[in-house]
């Protein structure tokens, strides 16, 4: 790492620890700005100075709790969407992992004077400047994963290398204090590493941002429950994930044959089983704090998420229902789901009263409740002039590979600003019907391409108009947009219908127009939710006389 470190303003003397403690006493964590331009100079002053290493290890100690509430106050700024380069927020992202790299140097500086005749009082703190200088790499890895972008060449095969270092020197098993760790307060090398693995392998770039703090969290709970070892050790090929050493990647699923001298297999056959344990105890009504899961995680979201990890933690596996087949064209994504909407009926959606309901929908190209009225279209030319003139626009996406249930696609051009579960249109390949899908993943890639993983909802939309009935939250005269989506038998799919995000609630009655008619819908479950819609199951209530208009 080059340090960038120039004179302090502040005339302090980095060779001096205790000029370095007083200096750390005056930073204002609340402030955060102010506080990372601070702590960033101290900790490039002694990285560049040098000072005793007792005094050096004492201040990096003395620094942690300030650092780590700074960055977390940072990371804020980018962490609840896919973060693109060169952006503002992007400035931070670099400051950040800047930060926390440089904490990982200063602990490997004293480690390297630690491990001399210089500083033979520091021999028994060779296990704690281990594991610092491997939590700290992975914590600079980690705000890749949290700003969802693609993780730099070489910090995998850095971090290998230092745990290799780490266990040559027969310190990766030795636990020591460590208060950030919230469960148990104290973590070795190896727990810090297997940690680290273990959010890699949790789909990091799938999570929305509390979800990737739960699994963060609990990667760090569940490591002492698996067994890392050198070559490969099977009992059971369905909990045994393959490491790479020499690669700069995390875990793999096992496969058959796979040998070398840079192999690591690693076991979870005891955490799948302590897993299902906690979800048990979950679904019995114990609280997820006393389970050491953490005072924030809440039902029945924490045992959701927990579940779906027991397949990619537990089983080694990606949980992928579909095999993958690699692609090569293009398609259309429409971000906004009303232009997706216009695109699907060639009519303009109004969603602010019922004067112009009846122009959302052509009734020659609709799927209601799953049958197709077969017309012509309007011709598409139309159609493009006029989503010109009320803005709305198709973004075209690479497709790289697909399944029966969606694709992998990459973005190489486009402006608008897409999410985590956000609702698209997808037509494949042009010209074709548009269809509505759910992005499950987002990752911007070094090249400041956008890839993504897309969820193609499992028939044609059907365009609606909803509203709550009743006084209910004071909008009983406001339609919204809502889609229908038929159900497809041979995938054991149900009908169910697209609302706005938030709206859902067990009995509630909706006002539904499709097609002109109006019926009522009763909710009954939610299937899914998503950044911008609620996705249910419903049952159909006819309304006496329910034409376009009515009640």
């Not at 760790?181 to 104290?186: I, Q």
């Not at 299902?276 to 029945?300: R, T, Y």
């Not at 004067?355 to 799927?367: A, G, N, P, V, Y």
């Not at 017309?375 to 973004?395: H, M, N, T």
């Amino acid at each position: 790492m080059q340090f960038t470190h120039s004179r302090s303003s502040s005339a302090v003397d980095f060779n001096q620890a205790s000029q370095c403690l007083a200096f750390l006493q005056h930073v204002n964590a609340t402030n955060v700005e102010p506080a990372m331009t601070a702590l960033l100079e101290v900790l490039e002053g002694m990285a560049t100075a040098s000072p005793e290493p007792a005094g050096h290890l004492q201040v990096l100690e003395e620094a942690r709790q300030t650092l780590d509430f700074v960055l977390g106050e940072a990371a804020k700024r980018y962490a609840s969407r896919p973060l693109p380069p060169l952006s503002v927020e992007d400035e931070v992202l670099q400051k950040v992992t800047r930060l926390w790299s440089i904490m990982a140097t200063n602990y490997g500086f004293v480690a390297q004077r630690a491990s001399s005749a210089v500083s033979p009082g520091l021999e028994e703190q060779r296990a704690l400047l281990t594991q610092r200088r491997i939590q700290y790499h992975t914590l600079s890895m980690i705000e890749y994963f949290r700003a969802r972008r693609e993780m730099p060449v070489g910090l995998w095969q850095d971090l290998h290398s230092q745990y290799l270092a780490a266990e040559r020197a027969g310190v990766v098993d030795v636990r020591v204090p460590d208060t950030l760790n919230e469960t148990w307060g104290a973590q070795s090398a190896k727990e810090c590493y297997v940690a680290a693995l273990l959010i890699d392998a949790a789909s990091p770039y799938s999570r929305t941002p509390r979800e990737f703090t739960w699994v963060v969290r609990w990667a760090q709970r569940f490591a002492p429950y698996c067994a890392l070892q050198a070559g490969i050790q099977v009992q059971d090929k369905n909990s045994t994930f393959v490491l790479d050493i020499a690669s700069d990647c995390g875990l793999r699923p096992y496969v058959p044959n796979t040998v070398g001298e840079s192999v690591f297999s690693l076991n979870t056959a005891k955490l799948a089983t302590h897993i299902h344990a906690v979800v048990n105890q979950l679904k019995k009504g114990v609280s997820a704090a006393s389970l050491g899961l953490g005072e924030d995680c809440v039902q029945p979201a924490c045992a959701r998420l927990l579940v779906s990890l027991y397949r990619p933690w537990g089983l080694a596996s990606s949980g992928r229902r579909f095999p993958r087949h690699r692609a090569s064209q293009q398609a259309q994504v429409c971000a906004d789901p009303v232009a997706s909407a216009f695109f699907i009926t060639g009519k303009q959606f109004d969603q602010d009263g019922r004067q112009r309901i009846k122009d959302f929908t052509r009734s020659e190209s609709m799927l209601t409740l799953g049958e197709l009225v077969e017309s012509g279209d309007l011709a598409e030319e139309k159609i493009e002039v006029r989503a010109a003139q009320l803005g709305y626009s198709l973004e075209t996406w690479d497709i790289v590979d697909q399944s029966v249930a969606g694709f992998k696609m990459v973005r190489q051009e486009g402006a608008s600003r897409v999410e985590h579960r956000q609702l698209i249109g997808l037509r494949i390949p042009r010209g074709e019907r548009l269809l509505l899908a759910e992005i499950s993943w987002l990752q911007y890639r070094q090249d400041g391409s956008l890839s993504a993983g897309i969820s193609v909802l499992p028939s044609p939309p059907a365009v609606a108009a909803v509203r709550i009935t009743g006084n209910e939250r004071g909008i009983r005269d406001q339609y919204r947009l809502g889609f229908i989506i038929p159900p497809v038998p041979a995938l054991k799919t149900n009908i169910s219908m697209l609302i706005p995000a938030g709206w859902f609630q067990s009995d509630r009655r909706l006002a539904v127009q499709v097609d002109g008619i109006t019926w009522q819908a009763r909710l009954e479950k939610l299937v899914s939710r998503g950044a911008n819609f609620d996705r249910v199951s419903f049952i159909r209530e006819e309304i006496p006389g329910g034409r376009a208009g009515g009640q």
